[in-house]
């Protein structure tokens, strides 16, 4: 058993420093067991008259010395969390000598050994890994670097800011030559933006000038062989940075943008200064090896990293509470930066569905949380789709409130008050209450209450006063740590529709002149009634336009007004959410799909208007998308309801799809272009209907789709119809592909993710055999997901009603603790659903999350996430 809970820290205990850290002289000599480590400090009393306590882990301690006098172990308190100096002056020089393990590190934070090269990740607590440091994003330091290592081994070295030094040094006893190179950062920082790589790398350049026509070197380094496939990166990175001077008066501030491929990686990628580490998945990209979906992530991950220089570098947050301010804002930043680039609906369509699938889902369980959070245990499990997504609808809301002009004079303040300094949620609120003079106080409701509203309307319309009078309803659940709930600031976008789809101009009763085709309601009370003059007809409500709050949104409409608005509203946003709800209630409620089956016919009549929207319309909820609108929720139910709805999809309009699948087929090269990407996204979802028999004629036209693919999009869109069937053309197109690519682990992650989401029985065991192949690895985060994670997200497999997925993903969590217990704690997100199934599968579910609960030694990440799934 556990000898020592685990202790939580509160927003509430803040208190500010009382000491910072000038100026650090970081020193590194490289080797993969025993890398030495010297900090030297400068560090100043701030105020109050406590000791000076540095954070640091994992570290053997080699020597202390207080202005160049040694000390010995009496001068200093020393445990395995940090180092006190109990008396220090009020300005002192602190040289601190450690060694670390960088090839002991499998938890992937602080210094680690990623392919024999080495690597950082320091967000959020990693740089105490390194070494003893005031290791809080309040404490900003600039930083220099020197480091030193085998010149044969690791010819690069690399670091924040720029280049300042270098050189050969005298070879080591063995006669190996060694090098060092030094970088100094002039920006002063915190701690957990600092980054060191090191080893036997490939790169490629480019170069950007700013607005004001300063030159950026641009440097990307990946592993040998993989020089290629990082150009697209390059150009992404280009782009964005474009897009920043406009979008946002940003300009980059140094002379070097370093961005660096590593393949073993907790996350997606880290916004280190100058010096970007990326996980080798959301970089390297040629048309053989990556998707479609694969270029656009890439594209967003490149410009989100490259965003957060200014929200998050040049304004970093004060306390971990803060950190939607950061990443809520950078998400909000690259998801308009990915709609301007490409399609502003598809993009809204896709950040929305992502929202539900993950944010919608965390609010309605036990790890719900607000997009400030009140307090955590590990701040690693707070990077958490809450503070990501919503973080960013809750900027997008803001934004629509205080209209463009007033956003970018927000923004315009905010980078002007705060640059250089660590800020907070209010700080960032407050300028837009100075810049566009608002009262935003209930609008932070949005930062404090965890949950989703419900947004309930009900419309009557007066024919002889031609009137329409809309009531509005807003509710907000009580979550665990909210029992009461306050009513929000809400803005709910709306249309009116006449019969013939035209729009009906909306005049507030009072107004005098003619109102828009669609505006912003302010919803600000429980219950708030807006009646509007002048509606020559009986209109159609268009609730929630462009998904205007990060809300559910209930407009009682019948099957067949759902089914004219999915074919005649003037808002995109809207006309896919019409017919997602729509195919939801067919689904789950069993009501006729007549409507929903004409309606998807014109979606097809006029699919190549836009390929791309056509291919979103044409693909009805997904099976998890489903589970979460009602309850109890009925695995093998779902998935036969989706099945047949696909099939009567097919059977309407089979002709239509057939043709539309030829006319979609692309002659000449590949190109990742939107426009390209939407044609093959429509061609595939055409696939998905002229293969929904799942039978020999379906299977034979899978293969030949994946045999005369040109490219990974189309491979993958043919194995994914072949992975539901059962037919030896399966088994071959597998084995196919696994040989072409068994020396490319990215590509064979492909392989296992959609082995791991059959639909098919014997699922299970089909990963269970997986996990014994060579390229699947514990260690590295990326096989773990591709393989454990999709198959936590095959809603059919993963809710086996015997349990045999449950125990699978519950047995890999439990080993993968002792390992690298944040990814651990991540996998653990598979259960977080479990109330809301039936007694036999919460039941089963609950027993796996008690043993990992009670698993001797556990990580205080994995005992949180499963702690809390079961109070
Ligand atoms: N800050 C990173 C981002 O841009 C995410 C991250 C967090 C990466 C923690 C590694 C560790 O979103
Ligand atoms: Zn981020």
């Known amino acids: 058993m556990r000898t020592e809970e685990p202790r939580a820290i509160h927003l509430a205990d803040y208190r500010a420093p009382e000491f910072r850290i000038t100026t650090v002289h970081l020193d590194f000599s490289l080797e993969p067991e025993a890398t030495h480590v010297t900090a030297k400090l400068q560090i100043e009393r701030l105020s109050g008259s406590g000791p000076l306590t540095l954070m640091g882990e994992n570290q053997k301690l080699l020597g202390v010395a207080l202005d160049g006098r040694a000390l010995s172990p009496g001068d200093y308190h020393l445990d395995d969390k940090s180092l006190t100096l109990t008396d220090p002056p009020s300005k002192l020089t602190l040289e601190i000598s450690s060694q670390i393990n960088p090839a002991a590190n499998t938890e992937l934070e602080g210094l680690f050994l990623s392919n024999g090269m080495f690597c950082t990740q320091c967000e959020p607590e990693g740089f105490r890994r390194i070494t003893y440091f005031l290791d809080r994003p309040d404490n900003l330091s600039v930083f220099t670097v020197r480091i030193e290592a085998s010149k044969e081994q690791y010819p690069v070295l690399l670091s924040n800011g720029n280049r300042v030094g270098g050189g050969d040094l005298p070879p080591d006893e063995n006669g190996n030559g060694r090098h060092y190179v030094a970088w100094h950062d002039p920006f002063p920082k915190p701690s957990y933006l600092f980054a060191l790589v090191a080893g036997d790398l490939g790169s490629i350049h480019g170069d950007f000038t700013t607005m004001r026509g300063r030159p950026i070197a641009l440097d990307i380094y990946v592993e040998h062989g993989n020089e290629p496939r990082a150009r697209y990166a390059l150009d992404a990175l280009k782009r964005a940075m474009a897009w920043d001077e406009r979008a946002y008066g940003r300009e980059y501030d140094l002379d070097i943008f370093m961005i660096v491929a590593v393949s073993a990686f907790n996350m997606g990628a880290m916004e280190n200064k100058g010096l970007n580490i990326f996980n080798d998945k959301v970089l390297l990209a040629t048309p053989e090896t990556a998707t479609d979906d694969d270029y656009a992530r890439i594209e967003s991950v490149v410009a989100h990293e490259y965003f957060h220089n200014w929200t998050g570098n040049r304004i970093t947050c004060r306390d971990w509470f803060q950190l939607s301010l950061k990443e809520g804002l950078t998400v909000f930043r690259d998801q308009n930066f990915s709609g301007d680039e490409r399609s502003h609906a598809v993009q809204r369509i896709q950040d929305v569905r992502a929202l539900r699938a993950r944010q919608f889902v965390e609010d309605a369980g036990p790890l719900a949380h607000p997009v400030q959070p009140q307090s955590y245990i590990e701040i690693n499990n707070f990077y958490t789709a809450t503070i990501y997504e919503k973080g960013a609808q809750v900027i997008g809301m803001l934004k629509t409130l205080v209209g463009d002009e007033g956003y970018r004079k927000g923004t315009d303040l905010y980078f002007d008050r705060h640059d250089g300094h660590a800020a907070t949620v209010e700080d960032w609120v407050k300028c837009f209450e100075d810049a566009c003079g608002r009262d ?432």
């Open 440 to 871: 935003l106080s209930q609008f932070r409701l949005w930062y404090r209450q965890a949950g989703t509203p419900v947004i309930e309307a009900r419309g009557t319309y007066d024919a002889d006063a031609r009137t329409y009078t809309l009531e509005l309803t807003q509710s907000l659940a009580p979550t665990a740590d909210q029992p009461e709930k306050k009513p929000m600031h809400i803005p709910v976008r709306i249309g009116l529709m006449g019969k013939d789809g035209s729009a009906l101009p909306l005049t507030l009763d009072g107004e005098n002149r003619a109102g828009p085709d669609s505006r912003v309601l302010e919803v600000t009370q429980k219950f708030q009634r807006f009646v509007f003059v002048d509606v020559a007809q009986e209109p159609l409500l268009s609730l929630g336009r462009d998904f205007s709050a990060p809300a559910i949104f209930r407009n009682p409409l019948s099957l067949h007004q759902r089914a004219v608005l999915m074919g005649k509203d003037s808002d995109a946003f809207n006309r896919w959410e019409a017919g997602q709800t729509l195919a939801a209630e067919i689904m789950l409620d069993g009501t006729s799909h007549t409507d929903y089956i004409a309606a998807i016919g014109e979606v097809l009549a006029r699919a190549e208007e836009d390929p791309a929207f056509a291919a979103q319309m044409l693909m009805p909820p997904t099976e998890s998308e489903l589970a979460a609108k009602k309850t109890p929720v009925d695995p093998p139910r779902i998935n036969g309801a989706r099945l047949a709805l696909v099939r009567a999809i097919a059977l309407a309009h089979q002709d239509r799809l057939a043709w539309l699948y030829e006319q979609m087929r692309d002659a000449g090269d590949y190109s990742p272009d939107a426009r390209s990407a939407g044609r093959r996204a429509l061609r595939n979802a055409c696939l998905r209907y002229l293969t929904a028999a799942d039978d020999e004629a379906a299977a034979g036209l899978a293969d030949a789709h994946y045999r005369t693919a040109t490219n990974m999009t189309d491979m993958i869109a043919g194995l994914a119809a072949l992975t539901r069937m059962e037919s030896p053309l399966r088994d071959s197109a597998f084995t196919h592909f696994h040989d072409r690519f068994r020396s490319d682990p990215l590509v064979l992650d492909k392989w296992m993710s959609l082995q791991a989401g059959s639909p098919l029985p014997e699922t299970v065991t089909a990963v269970r055999g997986l996990m014994k192949h060579p390229a699947f690895d514990l260690k590295n985060p990326n096989r773990v997901r591709a393989l454990i994670g999709a198959f936590g997200a095959n809603h059919l497999r993963f809710h086996n009603g015997d349990g045999s997925g449950y125990r699978l993903v519950g047995e890999v969590i439990r080993a993968l603790d002792g390992v690298n217990p944040q990814v651990a704690a991540r996998m653990a997100g598979a259960f977080e659903s479990w109330r809301r199934y039936d007694q036999d599968r919460q039941a089963q579910m609950r027993a796996e999350l008690v043993a990992i609960r009670d698993l001797p030694g556990i990580s205080p990440n994995l005992f949180e996430v499963a702690g809390k799934m079961l109070n």
